[in-house]
């Protein structure tokens, strides 16, 4: 199970690792499957969450995708914006305030 809670931008959240499930883990993931199956996906969640070394993409993973994007998105509207760079052997014309000139001759 993931933890869904961005900790962003006080901590760096944790590396999410993905892998494929072993054949021998196949009898846990056909008895989830089975309990989905029957209609019973509440129990298979609790079951699946039981288990050590499984990896099922569900609404815990895309839970966590989505808080971690809305942090940054958060965090990047507090942002002060950078004055623009403008690289050129010409002065910009007309007011360039808020503008950084280098000139390149």
Known sequence: MYNTVSNYPNKVDE????QDNGISQEAIIDQYQNLIAQGHPTNANSFINQQKGINIYHADLFNLLENRIFSLQ????????KPSEIFSANEPVGGANNVVWVDIQ
């Open 15 to 18: 590396l999410i690792f993905f």
């Open 74 to 81: 958060e965090h990047a509207l507090t942002l002060k914006p």
